[in-house]
Structures are given as C-alpha cells and as structure tokens.
C-alpha cells in the first residue's frame, strides 16, 4: 500500500512538472497580448449660421468623429492613441489627437504620462469634447486653448494622502500646439495645477480647480510681412480650427469650480450640475502694458430631469487684444446657449442647440441653431468627475 501511494505521488508530481513548464511556456508567449479596448465616437453637427471664434462652419458637418484604442502594456504601463476626424473648411482633416504612456501602481500616489495628451489645466481642457454637455466648447476656450489644448510632453501627479481629494501636477510641454508657439525654446510650455474634492453627502459632490501655464514664446513676427500673415491666418479668430489657439500669452490663470446633485449619486434618476471657469491671461509680447491682457468666464447649468433628457443653460464671455504690431486692438465676444439633449443609453446622445452671439472686433457674429449627434461604438473609458 505505501509504494502504492509513493508512485502516485511520483506521477503526480511529474505531471505538476510538465503542467508548470507548459504553464510557463504559454505565459511566456503571452506576456503582452494584444486585446486593445477599441471605441469609436460618430460626431456630426449641423449649423444654421457662421459664428465667431467658431471652427464648425454653415449646414451640415463632420464634428470631432474619434477613434480610440487603449490597453495595458504590462503592469506597469498602460498605452492610449486617440485619432480625430474633422471637417474644415470642406476639407477633412485626419489627426492625432492623443497617444501616450501611463504609468501604473506607482508608490507614494505618482503617476506620471509620457507622449502627446490633452493638458489637465482647467476644468473642461482634459474631457473628450464627445463628453460635454453642449454642442461647443465656451468661447473663452474657443479663443484661448483651440477649444482644447493638447500637446507633446511629460506629466507628473501626486494624489495627496488626504481625507478628501487632492490632486497636484506639474506638466512640461513642446509648446507650439499654442498661439505664437513657434519659439527657440525645447520646453515651450510649464503647467502648474492642483485640484480639490470631495462630498457633502452621498448625493452632493464638489470640485475645485487651479492652474497655472507659463507659454515661452515669441508672439511678433520679426518683420511686418510676416505680422500681416499672421494676421490673415488668424482671420480675427473666424472659423479657427478647433486645434488651434487664435490668442495667448506668457502667463495663463485659470480658475475652476463644479458641483453635482443626483440622488444617492444615481445621475440617471436625476442630476443637476453647475460648472464655472475664469481665465486670465498677461503678458501678451514685448509691447503690452499692465492693461493689456486676455479675460474671460463661463457658467453653465445642466439638469438630467428624465432618465433620458437633459437640458442646459450657458452664459460666457471673453475680452480680447488682437495684437497689431506695436499695439493692440480690442474685441470682445458674449455669448448665450440653450440646450435640449435626448440620450437614451449611456452610448448614443442627439442634442439640440440655440446660441446667440454680442461682440465687437468680429465680422460674423450671428445666432443660430445647432443639431448634433454624438454616437459611442465599442468599449470606452469612464469619463473624469
């Protein structure tokens, strides 16, 4: 009987043996399989009018249409590309939005991002535009940031140990994704920003935002040819595409707040949400004053009164100074939108829009009604707070 049981043991102890090396093989060969998470966002729009400060033109358009592929790299890194289809005037444009490492699991709260992503400077600059709630983004955005900033560069973020949220990051980037970025500097642009949270209870939550960019640039031409094609480039910030900044300046302030009510934090039984942004902006070149800067803000309400419909208010404006060698002229833009959005899964979005638009300084300034869809196909990330 014991040699009985001590050859089975032997068999199944070589069994285990054979079993570990095939195991070891096989994990081995598939240490890094490739089984992206693919999402593509179908985003069209129509307008009835031109608007200032605005890259969607007239009738029927291709709105920020997105293909994604994320995955982990190991257990260390993830990786993320991020391609964008838009139309501009009548062409169609293909670019690369985002493509980047991220580490994960760091000690001590780090998490650091390599590659080309979108900044985290202010609230709205780090969201997917396929995840706002109205059909652009604010006119203080459109101006100041090409309706969202990204760029190629490093990001380092420490998650405090803190009994509410508290996020601080610095980021370093090529710079020429901006307004004038065309500078000698290897590192044209340094952000600074640091974000606070938390809840009031399980149905109320709260955020606050600061951030500051320092943009290392050269925003005159050194000669007057070159000053009046940067003039018509600019086209007095008329239908600017949506990656590029018709404004800037060396130093960029941005604060941000947002509060969210939903029942017992369940958003589609309900939710209201109040965001806000201010931006400042100084030392536009060589020949500004202390008077001379780049202001603006935002608020925006939006209430989920159904589990499939939504509807916004939003309000924002912005001063600007449009640089004219030596001196500067002034245009200022306001403008009003009233939101209706059907949503009827977490996936598929039609929203309607009616924006009127104030100013001076600009040749199209007009109301007019938007129609978009915002459709999500395959597996997709959470959306940030």
């Known amino acids: 009987m014991h040699m009985k049981i001590e050859s089975r043991k032997r068999v199944s102890n070589m069994q285990w043996f054979s079993a570990s090396l095939l195991c070891g093989w096989v994990c081995c060969a598939s240490a890094n399989p490739f089984n992206p998470n693919l999402s593509l966002i179908l985003d069209g729009v129509y307008k009835s009018e031109n608007t200032a ?22 257990d260390r890194f993830i990786g993320s590309l991020s391609a964008v289809l838009e139309s501009h005037e009548g062409e169609t444009e293909l670019e690369l939005e985002e493509a980047y490492i991220n580490t994960v699991a760091l000690p001590l709260g780090l998490d650091i991002r390599a590659g080309r992503f979108l900044s985290q400077i202010g609230y709205l600059n780090s969201h997917h535009t396929h995840s706002d709630h109205f059909t652009g983004r604010p006119v203080v955005y459109r101006a100041l940031l090409g309706a969202h900033y990204f760029d190629d560069g490093l990001r380092l973020n420490v998650l405090l140990p803190t009994p509410f949220y508290w996020r601080v990051g610095v980021e370093a980037f090529n710079g020429s994704q901006l307004a004038g970025g065309e500078g000698e500097e290897d590192i044209g642009v340094y952000t600074v920003n640091s974000r606070w949270g938390g809840d009031f209870s399980p149905s109320n939550s709260w955020q606050l935002g600061l951030s500051w960019l320092d943009h290392r640039f050269d925003v005159l031409p050194d000669d007057e040819d070159a000053d009046h094609e940067m003039e018509e480039d600019h086209d007095h910030g008329e239908h600017a595409h949506s990656h590029e900044a018709a404004y800037s300046g060396g130093n960029m302030f941005i604060a941000d707040a947002v509060w969210k009510w939903a029942p017992r934090g369940n958003g589609r039984r309900g939710q209201l949400m109040l965001a806000g942004e201010y931006f400042h902006v100084h030392d536009l070149n060589e020949h500004a004053t202390d008077d001379d800067d780049h202001e603006g803000w935002y608020a925006s309400a939006e209430y989920r009164f159904h589990s499939q419909w939504s509807a916004g208010l939003r309000y924002g404006e912005v001063d600007l100074k449009q640089a004219h060698g030596d001196h500067f002229h002034d245009q200022s833009l306001e403008e009003a939108d009233v939101m209706l959005a059907w949503s009827p899964s977490h996936f598929s979005a039609i929203r309607l829009q009616y924006t009127t638009q104030e100013g001076d300084g600009f040749d199209e300034i007009n109301d007019t009604v938007t129609l978009q869809y915002v459709m999500s196909l395959g597996a997709h990330g959470a959306h940030e707070f």
């Open 53 to 74: 400060l605005f890259e969607n033109e007239k009738g029927f358009g291709l709105g920020h249409t997105e293909l994604t592929m994320q995955d982990a790299i190991d």
